[in-house]
């Protein structure tokens, strides 16, 4: 079952996510965290079915 509290009633449809960083940091500023959220959205493609 599903945490999100925002259920995807229409799979074939595109949807985005968004991102609020805590106090606003500049997280893309950096090649380490750059990497760690690129490795996390590759693992979300290629084990959770986004695309």
Do not use: C, K
């Amino acid at each position: 079952m599903s945490r999100s509290r925002y259920p995807i009633v229409e799979p074939q449809a595109p949807h985005f996510m968004t991102f609020t960083v805590l106090e606003w940091l500049p997280v893309f500023t950096r090649p380490d965290t750059v990497q760690i959220l690129l490795e996390a959205f590759t693992y979300r493609q290629q084990n959770r079915g986004v695309r």
